[in-house]
């Protein structure tokens, strides 16, 4: 079983629409969950970071956590074209020191206009 | 991802070659993470080190690859007889200390090895 779980995609969503990403992960002690937004052929740009269970919301940006199901999600509500990206979810967890992360391999989006 | 400067962005090295990568952590930063992502793949973790410290290389592989943070200098990762499967992203990120904030962990542009 992988760390961290994501559907590679691509999810296709149209213009204006709630865009929905989910995410998995193996360690229960996990600390602290992130959402990775990299556009091709650069380098990962957090835009959203939770550490509670329950939901964090930011701009169209909305993460929820919940610890019991090992799950997180990120919601990106009027979708744009230029969200168009990979979303890459990162988990700190307990094993190891300081800010390791674990990444899982990313959800591809696409939004349609 | 502003600070974090990583050089060279673009490396071309041959079968056998050496590629030496380095990293300059944000201004007072002394955590140093590196990461590399093969193509169509996410970022996996590969060594952390703090100044003259490496913590954890845990995903470094076994043979050909090195890390070093010296007291002076960026950090730099070495990897020596490249083969074409070491084609890759390779990124750099700080932090300021070791914390579980992950949210004052930057990120550099990365730098593209590409083994011929």
Known sequence: ?113 | NAGVMQNPRHLVRRRGQEARLRCSPMKGHSHVYWYRQLPEEGLKFMVYLQKENIIDESGMPKERFSAEFPKEGPSILRIQQVVRGDSAAYFCASSPSETTSGNTIYFGEGSWLTVV
Not at chain 1, 28 to 41: C, L, M, T, V
Not at chain 1, 42 to 50: A, D
Not at chain 1, 67 to 94: E, M, N
């Open chain 1, 1 to 113: 079983q992988k760390e961290v779980e994501q559907n590679s995609g691509p999810l296709s969503v149209p213009e204006g629409a709630i865009a929905s990403l989910n995410c998995t992960y193996s360690d229960r002690g996990s600390q602290s969950f992130f959402w990775y937004r990299q556009y091709s052929g650069k380098s990962p740009e957090l835009i959203m970071f939770i550490y509670s269970n329950g939901d964090k919301e930011d701009g169209r940006f909305t993460a929820q956590l919940n610890k019991a199901s090992q799950y997180v999600s990120l919601l990106i509500r009027d979708s744009q074209p230029s969200d168009s990206a990979t979303y890459l979810c990162a988990v700190i967890g307990l094993t190891g020191g300081g800010n390791k992360l674990t990444f899982g391999t990313g959800t591809q989006l696409k939004v349609e206009l």
